[in-house]
């Protein structure tokens, strides 16, 4: 019995001593790391915690620092440079400290899914306005941000298509950050060399455009659809200069069909672009920045695609104006409105945010037209906030303003203009597309299938 | 209960509780959710019996990755094994060099499926991709090709550089196979008279049966959970042409949100493995020398 007990005295006593080694050195920490707190500390429990410990001369000025406390933020700008006009905006945000996690952008796009679906989310996080936000409010998972709209006059300092854009269900969930515009993104020298000197402004012209310049053994368009939503813009464009936007919404909420004769022509007009031979080749081998690539170095002439292109093009030393510019998509039916397109970025705050109040002041600090500045010239994007100093954006970022004003209206790309589960058929659509258009009416019949299943959920 | 009994389940309550925490439940939570319509972001959910079983096999999607996944583990069956097997015999059978190229050899696996992936996506590259830059250097341009973008070749394509790394796997598992075969048996083999091709026949592969069923198994286990590879050079495309089983539970779990039928095409995917590890487990068994 004797050895029984010390046996277990000797099972006992290291378990113990490990015990108590990582009790302590969990103590230290606390006392000694205070503001290498992560993440999950969430401001609103500082409160709570406060009045337990008694006020000292060190506590007070470490509470004045935190103000609003930590605000935990996620977003979907995981390049260096988006990361950089991230931290570059945060920086001047006095009223508290937010904590950042930045993302790549595809592994956000489900990243942040299961941050929402698990409870755990950042307090506020960067999101696509249209259907991608409109999913995630109609599952709950979001709460509105009147006060910021409110205190940061967003109803009267933004245009009312982008204050329209973030509001879901009557009331603001998203503040819009930056927005983007797509067109021809040509490159000039290229142009030149085939003899254009005034940019398409009609369907004709455009084609007549591209012919001469695969005349000259150059490929008019560049496009990187391997990961299919480049193509989106093309199918976008098509519908909405030859059908008109109001269609365009009904294909979108599935009130029309992929195999109507709206789409039947849209496809038939890019079919006929591709026959002509002027995409560049094997389109599904190629990512967009290969196709900025490719016409950044004289292989194609232009590619259809965001302002974020811009950012890319700055990077790798390209001159806006001489090196690169853009035009808008030609008019293809003039009794049809000018639509101009893009994405929207903003901010949401989570239903299940820790620190409300906190992320709140840090959504008015966003809004503030000079952070919306900051993070355009860093990102190539354009701010939302007409009293931003526009004046500083580069020529041809502040053409592709000015544009956005000229629109009748202005819509969000395919992939956010319709629900998730249908764009995934759409996006598939395109690609297949691109794979071989001869057989697009076939496309068109299991694009409506597939859409009507998912429609119906 | 007794002292050992006590012992034995202090010991094995631990691994225990851990297995049905990490498999057991999340196994039990993915068959409950695959009788419900739960979506990813759906704070409720109704039951609705076989309904996403029933799609899942009518699925036209479905049924194609099934069948991609099938076609992808027969070949991984047969492909890295026989490669692996191959050079580990070559290796075996030249001592000299055996050291240095075994190093050289087990690079492969040492490296990430995404690291993987980068590295044959620059191989085959439509335009300066190694394989048509040296199609173009001996005259056959004709041959030239998107690997990664034809909807014939990507799969294979994709499965080429998968069982580039599993073909080592293969070969480190075969080479401790093959430094375990007695050398009195080959030798006896051949004073009896018998060839090469015998001996490798009647002796070697009937000693190597245990590896063989670890190499299959395993390499059918990386079959059926491939995504790494196919996510970081296709993600599935072009056009769901190399959409593997798991990278359809991705795509509809995080794209279409629907975590009902992503979890019955979990399951499904579970039961084939089952099927597979079992037969492979029965086979080994079946005529193993170390029975």
């Not at chain 1, 103590?27 to 000694?32: I, L, M, P, Q, V």
């Not at chain 1, 942040?112 to 755990?120: C, M, P, Q, R, S």
């Not at chain 1, 245009?159 to 998203?174: K, S």
């Not at chain 2, 190399?242 to 039961?271: C, D, H, K, N």
């Amino acid at each position: 019995m004797k050895i029984r007990k010390k046996t277990r005295l000797g099972w006992l006593l290291p378990v113990l001593a490990v015990f108590a080694i990582v009790a302590a050195a969990c103590g230290d920490d606390e006392a000694d790391e205070p503001a290498a707190q992560p993440a999950t500390t969430t401001a609103a429990a500082a409160p709570e915690e406060a009045p337990e410990e008694a006020p000292t001369t060190t506590e007070a000025p470490a509470e004045e620092m935190m103000g609003l406390g930590e605000v935990s933020v996620g977003h979907y700008y995981g390049s260096d440079l988006g990361q950089q006009g991230i931290l570059d905006v945060n920086s001047t945000w006095a009223d508290g400290d937010a904590v950042v996690s930045p993302i790549e952008h595809e592994a956000f796009k489900d990243q942040i899914l299961i941050a929402l679906a698990g409870g755990e989310p950042p307090d506020v996080f960067s999101y696509w306005a249209g259907a991608r936000t409109q999913s995630v409010y109609d599952n709950g998972h979001l709460q509105p941000i009147t006060a910021a709209f409110d205190e940061a006059d967003v109803w009267n300092n933004f245009p009312q298509a982008l204050v329209d854009a973030g509001v879901y269900g009557g009331e603001p969930h998203l503040l819009p950050f930056g927005f983007h515009y797509v067109a021809f993104f040509y490159n000039p020298h290229v142009m030149a060399e085939a003899g254009i000197t005034e940019m398409p402004t009609t369907g004709d012209e455009l084609f007549a455009a591209a012919e001469q310049i695969a005349a000259t053994g150059v490929k008019p368009f560049a496009l990187g659809s391997q990961f299919r939503w480049p193509a989106q813009f093309w199918f976008d464009f098509l519908i909405l200069r030859t059908a008109g936007p109001d269609y365009r919404a009904q294909l979108m909420s599935g009130a029309a069909s992929y195999e109507d004769p709206e789409v039947t022509q849209a496809l038939q007009l890019w079919k006929d672009l591709v026959d002509a031979g002027f995409f560049i080749d094997d389109a599904n081998a190629y990512d967009w920045t290969d196709a900025a690539d490719q016409v950044a170095n004289g292989e194609a002439a232009m590619t259809l695609m965001g302002t974020w292109i811009t950012g890319y093009w700055n990077g790798i030393g390209l001159e806006p104006v001489t090196d690169y510019d853009f035009f808008n998509f030609p008019v293809l039916n003039p009794a049809i409105e000018n639509a101009a397109l893009g994405p929207i970025d903003g901010w949401a705050l989570s239903a299940d945010a820790a620190n409300p109040e906190g992320a709140m002041s840090l959504l008015v600090h966003y809004a503030d037209p000079a952070n919306q500045l900051t993070w355009a010239l860093e990102q190539g994007a354009l701010p939302p906030n007409s009293n931003a100093d526009t004046t500083q954006l580069n020529p041809v970022m502040a053409k592709a303003l000015v544009e956005v004003g000229k629109a009748d209206s202005y819509s969000f790309n395919y992939d956010l203009a319709t629900p998730p589960p249908v764009a995934e058929v759409g996006l598939d659509m395109f690609q297949a597309f691109m794979d071989d258009p001869s057989s697009f009416a076939d496309l068109q019949a299991s694009a409506q299938a597939d859409a009507q299943a998912a429609f119906a959920g | 209960m007794k002292p050992t009994t006590r012992w034995a389940l202090l010991f094995m309550g631990p691994p225990i509780a851990l297995f049905a925490a990490i498999v057991v439940l999340p196994t039990a939570m993915a068959l409950r959710l695959s009788f419900t319509d739960a979506s990813l972001l759906g704070q409720s959910s109704e039951w609705i019996g076989l309904d996403n079983f029933t799609e899942a096999f009518t699925n036209d999607h479905v049924r194609k990755s099934i069948r991609i996944t099938l076609v992808w583990t027969l070949f991984g069956a047969v492909v890295p094994p026989a490669l692996g097997l191959t050079v580990a015999m070559v290796l075996q059978a030249n001592s000299r060099f055996a050291a240095i190229m075994k190093s050289a050899l087990f690079v492969p696996i040492s490296i990430s499926l995404v690291v993987v992936g980068q590295v044959w996506i620059w191989i085959y590259q439509p335009g300066d991709g190694l394989i048509n830059q040296l199609l173009g250097a001996v005259g056959l341009e004709s041959l030239q090709e998107a690997w990664l973008a034809n909807r014939s070749t990507a799969l294979y394509a994709v499965f080429i550089s998968w069982a580039w790394q599993q073909a080592v796997l293969a070969m480190i598992l075969y080479l401790a196979g093959l430094t375990s075969i007695p050398s009195e048996l080959v030798e006896a083999a051949r004073v009896d008279g018998a060839g090469q091709l015998q001996v490798f026949r009647r002796v070697i592969l009937p000693l190597l049966r245990p590896i063989t069923t670890v190499v299959l198994s395993l390499i059918a286990i990386n079959s059926l959970r491939n995504f790494d590879l196919v996510y970081a050079m296709t993600q599935g495309g072009p056009v769901r042409e190399t959409e593997t089983m798991p990278m359809l539970v991705w795509r509809i779990l995080f794209r279409q949100q629907e975590q009902g039928l992503a979890s019955a095409v979990s399951l499904i995917l579970f039961v084939m493995t089952l099927v597979v590890i079992g037969g492979l487990t029965w086979w080994g068994r079946r005529g193993s020398y170390v029975d």
